[in-house]
């Protein structure tokens, strides 16, 4: 039996804006087993984010986090939230009580001793995301003393050097001493990585982290991911747009659409291409770029939808090509939302098609 080291369940995320309530996070639900690399998949705005912010107690937008669990080791870090939030069904308002404040505090304080710690992160703009007053040594000094206790400048350096040897950066020594203005955005990177490990996380958060990487210096770097995974049985959760990054580095893919996790499987069973929901598919197929004839109407057509009016039933079904071919021509498509359907012991589709009758 796999354990999970941290799963989400039916999150949601929103946010008052002057064009009202935006459902960032819809209803997603998602795992990462220990030990586990988990893609995180979907195009802009799908919430995937948010989801991890939601994660690393990192909203401050109200009313944020509505509801669901995020449990992390075994602990639902929202336990007792559902107190004081009251959603109307059609998600169009929520009332968030004024007690809520004594239980962000202490949800606060709870997450202030995981994040950086116990759960480790990396963002896209690595040098941006470095403290430019600060020398490299002093960022993955002061991350491996979160691990070790207090340690002293010449520890720090030492604990840097080795990390930086471990990322393989070529003359560790000088870098340790760098300032970040100094570092290539790939050797950014490669610290950041490094800065995230030292405090020995079990669990590692790598949004989009190479989007900003030429092509090269991005394989590079998700090798070095990989292999330090591997070594350090770390779990990763990694977000991307892209799907083919999925198949080559991850054990698990998790595909988000407006707001919610629309199928989940191995990368294996994804990529067999047997099973797939109709938005996984497209995605693939403008992945794998194939260019059959029988396959150009999985090409997926016009844009996701805006995250305040998302449509009835299944969110996809306005871009869907496929539904058509279902026995009722689509119409439970633009009615109710599919629940999780499973077709195999590790993969779930929220897809009509999949329902054992159809
Ligand atoms: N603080 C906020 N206030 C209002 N809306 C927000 C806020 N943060 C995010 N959103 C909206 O929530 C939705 C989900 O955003 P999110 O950043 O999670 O998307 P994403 O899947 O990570 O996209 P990308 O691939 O571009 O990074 C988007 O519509 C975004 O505009
Ligand atoms: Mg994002």
Redesign the pocket.
Known sequence: MNTSILSISNLKTY?H?SKGM?K??DGASYRVNKGEFVALI??????????V?SALGL???SPGIIGGEIIFDGNNLLDGLEKYCTVKSNGSAVSVSKDVAGWKKRHRSNLAGIRGKRIGMIFQDAVSSLNPLYTVADHIGESAGMKKGKINQKQKYDVAVEWLRKVKIASPEEVARAYPFQLSGGMAQRVMIATALAAEPQLLIA??PTTQLDATVQLEILKLLKSLQEEMHLSVLF?T?DISIGYNFSDTISV?YA?RVIETGTAKAIFERDNNHPYTDGLLHAALKITTQADDKKFIKGSPP??VHHPSGCKFHPRCELKKELPDGGDRCEREEPYKIQVSDTHYIRCWKYEPDN
């Open positions: 946010f804006t935006v960032a996070v979907g195009e802009s705005g799908s919430g995937k984010s948010v989801s912010l909203i401050d937008t949004d989009e977000i747009h988000m707001g805006d995250s």
